[in-house]
């Protein structure tokens, strides 16, 4: 594939969806909306996660910090394990949900807990067991030797609240178990509540872009569609104009644009037929006179041998220029009714062989043109049209290029194409481009040559309205045309009036 079908595979179908403004104005609000729905549902998360736990952890450590002050005082001193087990149920049992484990040095073997079964002191992280247990200095600044510490920590994929001290420097320590579930579960909702307003602020935003740009789309796309049908020639055309926004101003714009253009087309198309009347009044007024003069030089011609030999070469000058005249004038007849649109077809289906022998017999160039053209390729066309398109590209392929010309006729599915071949040095390769264009001569020099420089243009003017074309090129011994008709007759144009209706 190349990056030409690439591109224009990409510029249609879904990828030109992906790219229209209503798609990236409802992006850009969906975006701002989830970016800005997302940055406060976090925040809002966040704030709301720390205050939860904190007034969880905070409420937890001080009813605990009480309550072992409180019980601890009971506590005898060389305390039995019995005993420690008794300090741990009753400071566990302030009804905060918490259990307590309580250790001491002078028992090594001994682990009392409220809940035996569920925690020891092998769930203590080591961090919170040494800091605990490391002794701190007695100053103004800090009356306690031992503080309470705390660590948020999971155990068996539960959130749990662990903290622990040290009552006495001789006496037992002990830690905290609180679990977090409760917590955790509030947090989730929150969550969950957050996720569902930040979704819903989406939509919401997403239904408010379709609105926005539905409001904004709806005059572009007006202005769009009046363009596309100025394009197509429909001057006439202007946009309604609404409210007093820059939409509104581009509205104005497009008016006064379209109005002028307007102004400027009819103005053209007034000079452009006045110019073409001008030439048809002045080609139909030179006929008379013309044709009085081709009588006249036509007998003139006769006699020319008979006449003084130094008034011979006027005379013949004086043939070939009333001659050359004569054409001129019928060629801007012709050129006035192609840009008329004048010009009409009498279409018949003809073999197109007989049609370039009937074009080489009558000019007698039988033996300077080599015809491939097998019988039975046959096409509707104007035979008068062709004739003059042949004796076009034949003739100056003798004129210009010299003998033998090559004349080959083929025919594809739907087309005929006549290739007119010479043995000339061939067309240089500045003055291709223009060998159609009117009243252009490769040599500037030579002005008074005997064509007009209309030939090529009204023969590409009678292909184009068959729905062909003509090409130039060189090949390998000269100048290569190339004329292509279709083998059906084409439609006609529809005029504009004829379109309105």
């Not at 966040?46 to 309550?67: C, E, G, H, P, Y």
């Not at 007024?285 to 007998?299: K, N």
């Not at 020319?304 to 070939?320: G, K, T």
């Not at 049209?385 to 076009?392: H, K, M, S």
Request: charged content about 25%; overall charge negative; proline content about 5%.
């Amino acid at each position: 594939m190349t990056d030409h079908q690439t591109t224009r595979r990409f510029s249609s179908g879904p990828w030109r969806r992906l790219r229209s403004l209503r798609v990236r104005l409802i992006a850009v609000f969906a975006a701002v909306a989830l970016l800005a729905a997302a940055s406060a549902s976090g925040i809002a998360y966040w704030l709301n996660r720390d205050a939860v736990l904190k007034r969880a952890q905070d409420t937890a450590l001080n009813d605990f910090r009480v309550s072992l002050t409180r019980n601890v005082s009971q506590l005898p001193l060389n305390a039995t394990c019995l005993q420690l087990n008794e300090l741990a149920s009753l400071v566990s049992g302030s009804g905060l949900g918490y259990d307590v484990v309580v250790v001491d040095d002078a028992l090594p073997d001994c682990t009392a807990s409220s809940n035996p079964g569920r925690y020891t002191l092998a769930e203590v992280p080591d961090r919170l067991r040494s800091t605990v247990a490391r002794q701190r200095e007695v100053t103004e600044n800090n009356p306690y030797a031992f503080h309470l510490y705390w660590q948020r920590q999971n155990l068996d994929g539960r959130p749990f609240l662990i903290g622990g001290t040290k009552v006495v420097p001789t006496g037992p320590t002990a830690y905290m178990f609180k679990s977090l579930e409760n917590e955790r579960a509030d947090l989730n909702t929150l969550g969950w509540s957050l996720a569902i307003a930040t979704l819903l602020a989406l939509i919401g935003s997403a239904l408010l872009a379709q609105a926005a740009s539905a409001t904004v789309l709806r005059p572009v796309k007006r202005l769009g569609e009046a363009a596309r049908r100025l394009g197509e020639g429909h001057l006439d055309t202007r946009l309604e104009v609404e409210g007093s926004d820059e939409l509104a101003d581009l509205a104005r714009t497009f008016n006064r644009t379209a109005e002028s253009l307007h102004e400027q087309v009819e103005e053209l198309s007034a000079r452009e037929a006045q110019s073409r009347r001008f030439v048809a009044d002045m080609s139909h007024e030179l006929r008379t006179p013309l044709t009085a003069m081709t009588a006249v030089t036509d007998i003139l011609e006769d006699e020319a041998e008979s006449l003084d030999p130094m008034i011979e070469p006027a005379v013949r000058l004086v043939v070939n220029e009333t001659r050359r005249l004569s054409d001129l004038v019928e060629n801007l007849m012709e050129v006035t009714r192609f840009d008329a649109g004048t010009a009409k077809l009498v279409a018949d289906e003809v073999d197109i062989s007989d049609l370039i022998m009937s074009c080489i017999d009558g000019r007698a160039w039988y033996d300077a043109v080599e015809l491939d053209a097998p019988r039975g390729i046959r096409a509707v066309v104007d035979p008068r049209r062709l004739d003059v398109v042949f004796a076009n590209l034949i003739g100056n392929a003798l004129k210009h290029g010299g003998s033998p010309v090559r004349v080959k006729v083929r025919q594809t599915d739907h087309s005929v194409t006549v290739e007119v071949s010479d043995s000339g040095p061939g067309i240089p390769e500045d003055v291709l481009p223009h060998v159609f264009d009117r009243f252009y001569k490769a040599d500037k020099g030579r002005a008074r040559s005997e064509g007009s420089g209309l030939g090529l243009s009204i023969a590409m003017a009678n292909a184009q309205i068959h729905g062909g074309t003509i090409t130039a090129a060189n090949g390998e011994t000269g100048a290569v045309f190339t004329l292509t008709l279709p083998t059906a007759q084409p439609t006609p144009p529809v005029s504009p009036e004829e379109d309105a209706t």
